[in-house]
């Protein structure tokens, strides 16, 4: 049976958490304040990994801007310290590598939503993602960017708004506006910056972006010719952007995208453009999956009620041949006629069945913490993915206006897709898809993005930060960036780059970071049939100003003095089995080599400041 049981309280010095215990599978995570101590047992190994020079260190909650940090130097790893390969989605919450451990993906987004609708290496381009955007992004322990890409630069077509050949009323015809150069033209940008991100051993998680449609509606996302408004005037609604999500035509150019009942094929078209990109990156060992469609909406959400969406919005990944359910009682879907036989989601893993494909709910749920009635697709690889953010935040620049209000609202929004997610259990995926929060923050609050990393670690929940830079978002916030265009790191860089476990050699119990104490913890239960190390990735020059020492109960590490990489071994295949010590530059003092089996858990702590000479 699952249960959950979110209680909320105060921290000590003002620090805004929860405690959130989730059952997710057979693991219990729990993260409370940094509190509970690590389960005793009789093997131990200390280290002190890292200390640099001294300096002040920074506040937790408002540090002042920070230059692009230099890495320390590490020694040389292997290709088991980095998670690296085609991910596995076998069914439950987490994500797996080749070696069988449980990775954690946490990162950034980075959309360019203008023309050329991408981000790729162009020197003197605002559009340009270069070695330094890599470079930084790694150097905070970030090993995902959910990069976007739309439609509207993979197929630009050359029809307008309203164009007769596409949006006439009737059955889907074969017309297509896919011309094979231009999207192998884009697509070849979008694989430099996925094979840079490579290179810095960051996954890409590939996103066609929209909002609010179209760009006519103030928005990104589909081409002119893919906006169908029945002959209507499309008046752009002023104020804020997303005001647009209540304009009439939107409503009836989204109903058209939904219910697929005009003779372009709109739904077909999408689909199509999908399989060029899955066919693409099929091979491509740096991708972690794709992102059928940000943020699907339709005003029909608010009038008719959800259910009728969720049947548009499951038919639009399944297909009608493949009709998942939908709701709490697992109704069967009931999909638009013309609807695609096959989906979005049977097309992309046709294409690729190499990688997954994040799912995401509708966006008036996501916003509104209702539950999303997405239900049970019996397809592999699948990964539940939503966003989470709040209302209770400034329309211009995204900050919270109420902090203890915003974070509590994120708290329920991951409690509920968390029930979600779990009740999404079929053949193909027992237990549920993995789930991943692919956006939240678009903040320079500290204090929020510290509290839902918190909540993210007590859920077991991987996540990417919306947004690496502005870009000049007609969509977003002011405050939404996480780096200037001058590449300096705004306040958030220091929280969001916190430790934590890239890859568990076995199944996780609890995970969780105090920044206020500067205390990383990490339970897992080993598996003795996986030989490669967990990888927990340290922050020396953020989060341990004053040097840090990792003490491990139960396994041993085995990385170097001063890697940014922790790497632990479990007693049945660590090189010293009862305990060792040492410095930032030396062993201090060891014992017993002798094999051992396999222990139940071990524990994993790291603090801030220098190691003692003994074990701890």
Not at 12 to 25: D, H
Not at 194 to 223: C, K, N, W
Not at 564 to 570: E, F, K
Not at 587 to 605: D, F, G, K, N, R
Request: negative net charge; contains cysteine.
């Amino acid at each position: 049976m699952v249960r959950n049981s979110i209680v909320g309280r105060r921290c000590p010095r003002g620090r805004l958490l929860g405690t959130a215990l989730a059952v997710i599978g057979s693991a219990a995570l729990l993260a409370a304040c940094g509190s509970g101590q690590p389960t005793t047992h009789t093997r131990s190994a200390v280290r002190s990994q890292f200390t640099p020079p001294s300096k002040t260190t920074p506040s937790k909650v408002s540090p002042p801007k920070i230059s692009t940090p230099t890495p320390s130097p590490s020694p040389p790893l292997t290709s088991a310290d980095f998670v690296t390969g085609a991910l596995r989605a076998p069914g439950g919450p987490y994500l797996y590598d080749k070696y069988g451990r449980v990775v954690m993906l946490h990162g950034v987004n980075a959309v360019y939503k203008r023309a050329p609708f991408e981000l790729y290496p162009d020197p003197g381009k605002p559009w340009s993602f270069t070695v330094n955007d890599a470079r930084t992004i790694a150097a905070l322990g970030f090993d995902v960017v959910r990069l976007g890409i739309l439609w509207q630069g993979i197929e630009p077509g050359h029809g307008e708004v309203n164009d007769p050949a596409t949006c006439t009323p009737g059955v889907p015809g074969h017309a297509s506006m896919f011309n094979r150069a231009t999207a192998a033209t884009y697509l070849a940008n979008i694989t430099r910056t996925v094979d840079l991100l490579g290179e810095f051993h960051i996954y890409t998680l590939l996103d066609m972006h929209q909002d609010t449609y179209s760009q006519p509606f103030r928005g990104e996302g589909a081409p002119p010719w893919a906006v169908c408004t029945d002959g209507q005037t499309i008046v752009p609604l002023s104020g804020r952007w997303s005001h647009n999500y209540r304009s009439p035509t939107l409503h009836i150019a989204e109903t058209h995208f939904w219910l697929n009942n005009v003779v372009g094929n709109l739904q077909g078209q999408f689909d199509q453009a999908w399989a060029a990109v899955a066919r693409h990156f099929t091979h491509n060992p740096y991708i972690v999956g794709y992102d059928p469609y940000n943020e699907p909406f339709s005003p029909e959400l608010s009038t008719i009620g959800l259910q009728t969406f969720a049947m548009d919005l499951e038919c639009f990944y399944t297909g009608r041949a493949h009709p998942g359910t939908v709701g709490p009682n697992n109704r069967r879907a009931v999909c638009p006629p013309d609807d695609p036989t096959e989906g979005v989601v049977p097309t992309i893993e046709a294409a690729d069945p190499h990688h997954l494909v994040f799912i995401e709910p509708d966006n008036f749920s996501i916003r509104h913490q209702l539950p999303s009635l997405l239900g049970r697709m019996d397809f592999p690889n699948l990964v539940y993915n939503f966003h989470a953010y709040c209302g209770y935040r400034s329309p211009l620049t995204g900050d919270p206006t109420d902090v203890g209000a915003c974070a509590d609202q994120v708290l329920r929004n991951m409690s509920t897709r968390q029930r979600e997610r779990s009740a999404m259990s079929t053949k193909e995926q027992p237990g549920g898809p993995a789930w991943f929060m692919s956006e939240f923050g678009a903040t320079q609050s500290a204090q929020l993005a510290d509290a839902i990393t918190g909540f993210a670690d007590g859920f077991g929940l991987g996540w990417s930060f919306w947004n690496w830079k502005f870009y000049d978002d007609p969509t977003g916030s002011t405050h939404e960036a996480l780096a200037t265009p001058n590449d300096q790191l705004e306040p958030t860089a220091a929280v969001l780059s916190r430790p934590y476990a890239q890859a568990i050699a076995g199944t996780p119990i609890s995970t969780s970071f105090d920044s206020y104490s500067d205390t990383f913890r990490l339970v897992y239960a080993p598996s003795p049939s996986i030989a490669a190390p967990t990888v927990i990735f340290i922050d020396g020059e953020r989060q341990f100003p004053r040097g840090y020492c990792a003490s491990v109960v139960g396994g041993s590490i085995v990385s170097a003095a001063g890697a940014t990489r922790l790497l632990i071994a479990s007693n049945a295949t660590a090189d010293q089995s009862e305990s060792s010590t040492q410095s930032s530059t030396s062993a201090l003092s060891s014992s017993s080599t002798m094999e051992a089996p396999i222990p139940a858990q071990v524990s994993v702590t790291v603090h801030s400041g220098r190691c003692s000479t003994t074990s701890q």
